[in-house]
Every structure is written in C-alpha cells, then in structure tokens.
T-cell receptor
C-alpha cells in the first residue's frame, strides 16, 4: 500500500485566485494521478503525472487551468488557476503501486476546496 | 471505452442485516476491478480488488466481492453491517495490461439504521 498526504486539507478561496495543492507519498512511485470529485459526484480523472515528463490531461482539462508539477518520485502539485465557484470540489491525488498481479491505486485524503 | 454502473444511488439497511451493493461493468476483456469506500470528509480507502484467479475475493472490514464474468458484475457483500459502515462506496474498473486509468461508478450511499 502507500501512505499519502495532501496539503491543504481544505481551503476557502476567492474567485480569480489560484491554489496549489501538494501531494506527498511515503515511497517512490512512477505514476501519480489527480482527480476531481464535484459535490455529490463520482471521481473524474484530471491528469496523470509522471516524473520527468509533462502531465497527460484528460479530455476537458487543460494545463493552463490545472498546471501540474512532478519534481521527484514522491511529490506532486496541482494548481487550480483563476478559480471560479464551479471549481469547488474535492481534489484527490492517487498513486499506482504495482503488485504481483497488477496495479492498484491508493488515494490521499483529499483537499476540499470552496470558491466564493 | 470501459464504463461502470452502480444502479443503486442510496441504500438503507438495518445494523446487523446483510448487504449487497451492485456493480456492473462494460469492457472488452476481463478488467481489473476495485471497490473503494469514502467515509464523510475522508479520502478513498481500498476495500478489495480483483485481478484474476478465484472469483470470490475477501477484503478489509469483513467485505467480500464476487466477480461474475457472465453477468459482467462485481457485487460487494457483507453478511452483517455495522453502523460504522455508513459511507459512500465506489466500484472502479481498471484496464488490464497497464494503462493505469480507473473508471469509477457513480457511487452508492449506504445508510445504516440502528
């Protein structure tokens, strides 16, 4: 498994500002992921962050809005830029750990963002 | 593309009663299958997973799930529910052979009556 921490755990922000969310894992991992969970909804993958390369974004998500950094194998950041109330969500990072049979994703506790 | 359906948005059971949460998937091959639980204000915790082999898998907290290829299902069960099991449960499908992406169902909110 993996122990994942996220900072901040929650925040209230004004529209037009940006927030950077940090994700730290207790072991080196190749792939980290960022998800968004809008109120009352399921999880939607924003992007995959590989160390040493550009993040890969899913349809509907762009780098200008959600820039991602992955400076090493245990850390990543997601920035939510120029925020609007529609960005109010839980943002979760996850890591993929390879076992004998396949890969499993483990999730951090999430960052709860409210944009006013 | 793969998809996951959790037909029950809300389920209410009495404490001590048995539980079954349904999950159906659509995928061209045998997928990797997962159940996660999200307690209020928490992240997602892995309950159990299926990659191959025995179709009945055991997880944490007394949960089990059975993979039924003929029905494209991976239903989650627990013989006796505890009040602390009240949470939201997500079924997820991953691609075999790598790719790493998970597709999540819409979730089932479980309420436990005392």
């Amino acid at each position: 498994s993996a122990v994942i921490s996220q900072k901040p755990s929650r925040d209230i922000c004004q529209r037009g500002t940006s927030l950077t969310i940090q994700c730290q894992v207790d072991s080196q991992v190749t792939m980290m992921f960022w998800y968004r969970q809008q109120p009352g909804q399921s999880l939607t993958l924003i992007a995959t962050a590989n160390q040493g390369s550009e993040a890969t974004y899913e349809s509907g998500f762009v780098i200008d809005k959600f820039p991602i950094s992955r400076p090493n194998l245990t850390f990543s950041t997601l920035t939510v830029s120029n925020m609007s109330p529609e960005d109010s969500s839980i943002y979760l990072c996850s890591v993929a750990k390879l076992g004998l049979e396949g890969e499993t994703q483990y999730f951090g506790p999430g960052t709860r963002l409210l944009v006013l | 593309a793969q998809s996951v359906t959790q037909p029950d948005i809300h389920i209410t059971v009495s404490e001590g009663a048995s539980l079954e949460l349904r999950c159906n998937y659509s995928y061209g091959a045998t997928p990797y299958l997962f159940w996660y639980v999200q307690s209020p204000g928490q992240g997602l915790q892995l309950l159990l997973k299926y990659f191959s082999g025995d179709t009945l898998v055991q997880g944490i907290k007394g949960f089990e799930a059975e993979f039924k290829r003929s029905q494209s299902s991976f239903n989650l069960r627990k013989p006796s529910v505890h009040w602390s099991d009240a949470a939201e449960y997500f079924c997820a499908v991953g691609l075999t052979g790598g790719g790493n992406k998970l597709t999540f169902g819409t979730g089932t909110q479980l309420k436990v009556e005392l």
